[in-house]
């Protein structure tokens, strides 16, 4: 199983941007579907954003397409989310999350991965 660990959540102004990253470690030569969850203060965990460690595809929430970014850097074992445009409806604590192959379901499932990070605060203002 992998073990994930998120960096760089915040606290920026409405309209601002930032990078999350999720570094992936343990068995990471098995290909995965790693996706961003994000979850605000009595609220379902929502899918934001998923794409496959072994292709280029990728999937957004209506949300935050055009707004937001999923990016992969294999060699660092690193998935990125680049989020711009933020609105305060954005603030939420954001999760990284790993299936590993073969994926069941939806990629917005949260019940479909089987490792998780511990999150990481993203706090936009108004």
């Known amino acids: 199983q992998v073990q994930l660990v998120e960096s760089g959540g915040g606290s920026v102004q409405a309209g601002g941007s930032l990078r999350l990253s999720c570094a992936a470690s343990g068995h990471t030569s098995t290909s995965y579907r790693l996706a961003w969850f994000r979850q605000a203060p009595g609220q379902a965990r929502e899918g934001v954003a998923a794409?496959?460690?072994?292709?280029?595809?990728?999937f957004y929430a209506a949300s935050v397409k055009g707004r937001f970014t999923i990016s992969q850097d294999n060699a660092k074992n690193t998935t990125y989310l680049h989020m711009s445009s933020l609105t305060p409806e954005d603030t939420a604590m954001y999760y990284c999350?790993?299936?590993?192959?073969?994926?069941?379901?939806?990629?917005?499932?949260?019940?479909?991965?089987?490792?998780w990070g511990q999150g990481t605060q993203v706090t936009v203002s108004s």
């Open positions: 999350a790993a299936a590993p192959y073969p994926y069941s379901g939806s990629w917005s499932n949260p019940d479909g991965y089987n490792a």
């Open positions: 794409a496959y460690t072994s292709a280029r595809t990728t």
